[in-house]
């Protein structure tokens, strides 16, 4: 079993920037690929990015290229996900994933068998 905890989440004026932290717990963190995905009320679970086991390969939604990063410490069994320029489009609840049965890079919320428990982001104007 994985434990994924997020912080990072907070209030933040449109332009601004936030630094998501997801720690897992246990010893096989680098054997999963991770991910980053947000809900907004009334809407679907949408992925953001995601990166395999070793960090060598990243995927970002199109919203998220050239703004967002995501990255990982396999020493730390930390992901991370820096933002910036946030608009208000991406006020939304944010969850890190882990995938503990495949190898490649995924974007459906379905494949992923943990989770955390979200932390919120908030884009004013």
């Known amino acids: 079993q994985v434990q994924l905890v997020e912080s990072g989440g907070g209030l933040v004026q449109a332009g601004g920037s936030l630094r998501l932290s997801c720690v897992a717990s246990?010893?096989?963190?680098?054997?999963?690929?991770m991910a980053w995905f947000r809900q907004a009320p009334g809407q679907e679970r949408e992925i953001v990015a995601a990166?395999?086991?070793?960090?060598?390969?990243?995927y970002y939604t199109d919203s998220a290229k050239g703004r967002f990063t995501i990255s990982r410490d396999n020493a730390k069994n930390t992901v991370y996900l820096q933002m910036n320029n946030l608009k208000p489009e991406d006020t939304a609840n944010y969850y890190c994933?882990?995938?503990?049965?495949?190898?490649?890079?995924?974007?459906?919320?379905?494949?992923?068998?943990?989770w955390g428990q979200g932390t919120q982001v908030t884009v004013s104007s």
């Open positions: 994933a882990a995938d503990r049965t495949t190898a490649i890079l995924s974007t459906s919320p379905h494949v992923y068998d943990y």
């Open positions: 990166i395999t086991r070793s960090g060598g390969a990243t």
């Open positions: 246990g010893r096989t963190f680098n054997s999963y690929p």
